[in-house]
């Protein structure tokens, strides 16, 4: 069985920074892409952003230059630096990300999420 688990959601106030963390464990051969999802009250859950395997980052508009994905495949963890955070940055945070736990096929993976609330 694979697991993803978050951490480093938080409470924090506009203007500051978070870190969150995502790991990953279980019967693991290879992690593709690793990801940030997060989902508003009321809204659709979105990418924030994405990194492959190989280091190649991708980010939603509203998160450039904000945000920073980066990775550490030794230890199959993904991180989410967040700086200049926003109230409308506050959300349910959900780590992603694709894994074979053979060398044949990936399958999705969620993380149970982490809540990151920014006070004005």
């Known amino acids: 069985q694979v697991q993803l688990v978050e951490s480093g959601g938080g409470l924090v106030q506009a203007g500051g920074s978070l870190r969150l963390s995502c790991a990953a464990s279980?019967?693991?051969?290879?992690?593709?892409?690793m990801g940030w999802y997060r989902q508003a009250p009321g809204k659709q859950r979105e990418l924030v952003a994405a990194?492959?395997?190989?280091?190649?980052?991708n980010f939603a508009d509203s998160e450039k230059g904000r945000f920073t994905i980066s990775r550490d495949n030794a230890k199959n963890t993904v991180y989410l630096q967040m700086n200049s955070l926003k109230p409308e940055d506050t959300a349910v945070y959900y780590c992603?990300?694709?894994?074979?736990?053979?060398?044949?096929?990936?399958?999705?993976?969620w993380g149970q999420g982490t809540q990151v609330t920014v006070s004005s």
């Open positions: 992603n990300a694709d894994i074979s736990s053979s060398s044949r096929r990936y399958y999705n993976y």
């Open positions: 279980g019967t693991i051969f290879s992690i593709s892409t």
């Open positions: 990194i492959t395997s190989g280091g190649s980052p």
